[in-house]
């Protein structure tokens, strides 16, 4: 129960500020952030309860198409925990976030933005196929519409490239689950891997060909991944971070409860492929964002890069690394969230996102270098930071999966740094462009999204256990499921 | 009911074939047989020794059209009454009103049309 | 059985009353009308039965179908507005003509003889080319209605002859007949199957599904706008139906002779509808090649014949029409937007800056293409959905994987008009909405989001 009204909560806060007239931007601001900090206390609190062993507050199950044995199933495991904790969190940032920018319109930005935070719990926690399928698919929606209307001059096209691009995996993945439902006659996830399993090789492989189309789309990973950098840096700062720290999610979290387990002889048969391509990716993204210039490029590529291998080490199917893909999940949705509002808020004060443009910053902005370098250090997987339990279960996993391949993969640690360094150096060290002799330190209100952030960087590098003894019940579960063909 | 085999739609399949084929064979035929002579001369506009001036296409009253239609219309619907009149005392009474129906939906809209003024050729 | 007597009677009245204080009353009386004839329907409820020697079934589904082609009917209605646009417009005889139409759609819904479904497609496509050259100083309206209506006897005729042919098979016209026949004995005449592709041309030209779409583009271009979605919603759904009669209730033993012609006639039309549709300028162009796609999906849904396929296709004519109505509504609501040579302006590009002159019709813009693309949240998903999951099997597989790439295309056309929405425009004015348009468009758009959220409450009740 307690789960539905997670996810009511921002639905009917988002029709409510649509609805009733006479609402401003600024009140919209206030009810969303409140309604979003009130969601995140509601996690909070079913986590709390979820420690203590009672599941019963986070299922909820109702017939949604009696017909068609359909049903409104939500229940959270402790993979789900994990995400929807990012999901509540994010939107709270993201709220902060887009009420310290002027943006025009604005109680529609906080309708949008609610709606994608909805659609994104019942993503994560959806049991049932047919209402994963639908969350999966109108999430997107708001976010399209909010990177159409806030984006930059060229985002109408870029944004469109993208949401045909899912669409068109999605279209492919519906088309496999349909033809699991009539095999199967049922849309319960779990049941249905009964009927993955019982499946011939060849129907398998296609089935698994095509969640890997959709779910590779939707990350992104190699080679579906060319909507991706255009798309992050065209988009408003807040549609960036949902896509790059929220919604890239749904694809990896698709990989875990969706692609493998439904078809897992598929998996079995080309999942060394797969691998091989999200290895592949990491490595070109990699190179890629050393060459970029502008920020947000550097960013995108690298969570490209960060995407693939999560996806690797999802497509081991070994212990740890579903582990450590979900504890990267989060980290990398923590890490990304700060480093795209760090170089929002660089733009806004230099007016420029590119590291010709600025340099030296460190000079005039002191505590926004210090917090820049922790988030910054979470993304290279430093030790003692978020990102290093992660990045080391995950390369474990693909070393223990294949060795070529787990060396090949390490050398991403290496590409990480050089290029995020790369950029530190340039825009926060160096020489101090004259234009740029007047900038401010961050203010009060940006203090209180980046100080929570670099605390949550620091706070899960420590104590890593925190997220891995809460999620080894259901990543065993997965292991277990993926090592009986 | 009687009960028709296929065979009886023979005399339609044939309707068909001879239709079909009647039609081909003009067309093919007229092109074989029709002499054919081209030159500059023959293809002149040519109107009892007289250069020929304006449209080929001259306008006629569209009012003309309209009573032709309307003719037509009631026209058809004497043939419906004809096997009505024929069958008059098996249908009875329910045929009679029926007809009575019949007839005054076609005066009303022939009342329509008066109103309308279509059969009023001085005006505008 | 009662809509039908009754609005053979009240579309004459109409046309009297077309005299009566300059015809204002014309349009409320057709609501009225077609209010009571909605009611009317009700006095047959639980009683199935048939009448007119056998001629007509009434049974509480057909009922549900005459129900939604009249408050289609309704919707349609009230959004005109009594062809102000259309120079010498006669606006009594065509709110008559479309009550005498639904006359025909009711008919081919609920035929039992097959004369009956003739006479049904006669009596609406005759009002329907009728309609289409309304304008009669537009040359596009006159172009679309000669060759509507030129193409449209021609498959008339070749309807008819396939009647006859089937006469010729089984002797009978009952489709009860027809299908107590094929069960019994095993060998089928050729007449029959002759018979059988010949009614199947001439309904799918109706429908407007490939590769007898030819008139689709220019007659729903050309005819005014409220005649389009009068084609593109009662029309369609009355050939489904009619369609749905023929194929499953009487030639289902038939099945495997009729599904390969289906299964060509959906590719095709999902390919050509689809593609065609993705370089349209013209709204109600690209409206035209998006129905032929609606009409390969419908083809979809009677592919297989399933004990649900009812249900589904009532759901997608439902989600289709309600769609339908909010897009060309709209289109209509903006019809004083000009092009420089003083027409209503029909391109997409009439969508400029909707977003700020206008949100309100810009979010029903917006829904409507979204349920039309099959977007989840709105009807039109699930109605996929349904059509869908009652085509899935292992021999026309390919088709739904093929339907659903296409979707894919689909979205691309789709959301032209939800990008021009948002572009900027020199006009800033904003735009006033009739109220009665309000109403109907927030109808629509919520029924629309309620089919999404709820398709149960639909699917469930019929």
């Not at chain 1, 984006?151 to 068109?168: H, L, Q, S």
């Not at chain 1, 978020?386 to 999966?401: A, I, T």
């Not at chain 2, 035929?29 to 001369?41: D, E, Q, S």
């Not at chain 3, 009317?40 to 056998?54: C, E, L, Q, R, T």
């Amino acid at each position: 129960m307690l789960i539905l009204i997670l996810l009511l909560l921002p639905l009917i806060t988002a029709i409510a500020i649509a609805v009733i007239p006479g609402i401003s931007g600024q009140l919209s601001k206030n009810i969303g952030g409140g309604i979003s900090l009130v969601n995140f206390l509601i996690f909070i609190y079913g986590l709390i309860q979820f420690q203590k062993g009672d599941t019963v507050l986070l299922d909820y199950s109702h017939v949604w198409l009696s017909n068609a044995n359909i049903n409104f199933s939500l229940s959270a495991d402790g993979i789900s925990q994990v995400l929807l904790g990012l999901v509540t969190f994010i939107t709270m940032v993201v709220i902060h976030i887009a009420g310290s920018f002027d943006y025009k319109q604005s109680s529609l930005l906080y309708i949008l933005i609610l709606l994608t935070e909805s659609a994104l719990i019942g993503v994560f926690t959806a049991t049932d196929i047919f209402l994963f399928y639908f969350f999966f698919e109108i999430s997107l929606i708001p976010v399209y519409f909010l990177a159409l209307k806030w984006g930059g001059e060229n985002a109408p096209k870029i944004t469109f490239r993208m949401f045909v691009y899912t669409i068109f995996g999605s279209l492919l993945m519906l088309s496999a689950i349909i033809f699991l439902y009539t095999k199967g006659q049922t849309a319960s996830i779990q049941e249905l891997a009964i009927t993955g399993k019982a499946l011939p090789k060849n129907v398998n492989i296609l089935l698994f060909l095509a969640f890997i189309v959709a779910f590779g789309i939707k990350m992104p990973m190699f080679p579906f991944h060319t909507w991706q950098p255009d798309a992050y840096t065209e988009s408003p700062t807040p549609a960036t971070i949902l896509l790059a720290a929220l919604l890239s999610k749904m694809g990896v979290y698709g990989l875990l409860r969706i692609a493998l387990p439904l078809a897992p002889i598929g998996w079995n048969q080309l999942g060394i492929y797969i691998v091989i391509l999200a290895i592949f990716g990491l490595i070109y993204g990699s190179i890629i964002a050393i060459k970029q210039n502008n920020l947000k490029k550097i960013l995108a590529y690298s969570s490209f890069a960060h995407m693939g291998l999560m996806a690797a080490g999802i497509l081991t199917g070994n212990l740890s690394g579903t582990q450590g893909a979900v504890i990267q999940m989060l980290a990398h949705g923590i890490n990304v969230a700060g480093l795209f509002y760090i170089v929002k808020i660089i733009q806004d004060r230099t007016g420029s996102r590119n590291l010709e443009g600025l340099g030296g910053l460190s000079q005039k902005a002191p505590v926004l270098t210090v917090l820049f370098m922790i988030v910054l250090l979470g993304s290279v997987a430093l030790p003692l930071t978020n990102g290093f339990v992660g990045e080391f279960l995950l390369l474990k996993s693909v070393f223990d999966y294949n060795n070529t391949l787990g060396v090949i993969a390490g050398l991403t640690i290496i590409f990480g740094a050089v290029y995020m360094l790369r950029m530190m150096q340039k825009a926060m060290f160096g020489q101090l462009l004259p234009a740029n002799e007047n900038i401010l330190d961050v203010n009060k209100s940006e203090l209180m999204v980046l100080v929570p952030i670099c605390l949550l960087v620091i706070l899960f590098g420590m104590f890593p256990n925190l997220i891995l003894n809460s999620t080894v019940e259901a990543a065993k579960a997965f292991t277990q499921l993926m090592s009986n063909i | 009911m009687t009960d028709y085999i296929p065979q009886d739609y023979q005399p339609l399949l044939f309707q068909l074939v001879l239709a079909l084929g009647f039609i081909i064979f003009t067309i093919l035929i007229t092109h074989v047989l029709g002499p054919r002579l081209k030159n500059a001369a023959k293809d002149a506009p040519f109107e009892c020794g007289i250069e020929s001036v304006g449209d080929a296409r001259a306008p006629l009253a569209v009012r003309y059209f309209l009573i032709a239609i309307l003719f037509v219309l009631f026209d058809v619907e004497i043939i419906f009454m004809y096997p009505w009149a024929v069958n008059f005392l098996k249908l009875g009474w329910f045929g009679f009103v029926e007809m009575l129906f019949f007839v005054t939906f076609l005066m009303a809209g022939f009342y329509y049309i008066i109103r309308k003024g279509v059969l009023n050729w001085e005006n505008d | 059985m009662y809509p039908i007597l009754f609005l053979s009677f009240s579309g004459l009245i109409t046309l009297f009353l077309g005299f009566f204080q300059e015809g204002k009353w014309v349009k409320p009386a057709t609501i009225l009308f077609l209010a009571i004839a909605s009611i009317s329907a009700f006095i047959d409820w639980n009683k199935p039965g048939a009448y007119f020697f056998n001629m007509l079934q009434v049974n509480n589904f057909n009922l549900l179908l005459s129900l939604v082609i009249l408050i289609t009917a309704i919707l349609i209605v009230a959004i005109s507005d009594n062809f102000k646009e259309i120079e010498y417009a006669h606006s009594a005889e065509y709110y008559a003509i479309m009550q005498f139409s639904l006359v025909g759609a009711i008919m081919m819904t609920n035929f039992q003889s097959l004369i009956m479904l003739f006479l049904g497609v006669e009596i609406l496509s005759v009002s329907m080319y009728v309609l289409t050259g309304t304008d009669k100083r537009n040359l596009r309206g006159n172009e679309a209605a000669i060759k509507y209506f030129l193409l449209g006897a021609f498959a008339t005729g070749i309807l008819l002859f396939g009647i006859a042919m089937i006469y010729g098979g089984v002797g009978a016209f009952e489709i009860d007949a027809i299908s107590g026949t094929l069960a019994s004995n095993q060998a089928q005449s050729l007449f029959l199957y002759i018979g059988l592709v010949m009614l199947l041309i001439g309904l799918l030209f109706k429908l407007a599904a490939a590769p007898f779409h030819f008139w689709t583009p220019d007659v729903y271009e050309g005819a005014p706008t409220i005649f389009t979605l009068f084609m593109a919603t009662i029309v369609k759904t009355a050939v489904v139906f009619a369609l749905y009669r023929i194929l499953h209730q009487s030639f289902q033993n038939m099945h495997l002779s009729w599904s390969y012609i289906l299964a060509g006639c959906i590719a095709l039309s999902l390919i050509i509808g689809n593609l065609s549709a993705v370089k349209q300028i013209s709204f109600k162009r690209m409206l035209a090649f998006s129905s032929i796609s609606h009409a390969g999906f419908l083809l979809l849904g009677l592919l297989h014949v399933s004990k649900t396929a009812d249900k589904s296709l009532l759901f997608y004519s439902v989600s289709y029409l309600l769609a339908s109505t909010s897009a060309f509504g709209v289109l209509l609501a903006l019809k004083n937007e000009r092009t420089e040579n003083g027409r209503s302006n029909e391109n997409i590009s009439v969508f400029k800056g909707l977003a700020t002159r206008s949100p309100f019709l810009s979010a029903v813009l917006i829904i409507s293409m979204l349920s039309l693309a099959g977007i989840p949240l709105t009807g039109g998903f699930w109605s996929k959905f349904y059509v869908l999951t009652d085509a899935a099997n292992d021999q026309f597989f390919y088709l739904i994987v093929l339907a659903l790439l296409l979707t894919a295309v689909g979205v691309y056309y789709y959301f032209k008009p939800i990008i021009t929405v948002f572009e900027k425009s020199d006009i800033q004015e904003a735009i006033t909405i009739n109220p009665i348009f309000k109403i109907i468009f927030v109808l629509t758009t919520l029924g629309t989001l309620v089919l999404g959220l709820f398709p149960d409450l639909l699917y469930g009740m019929i």
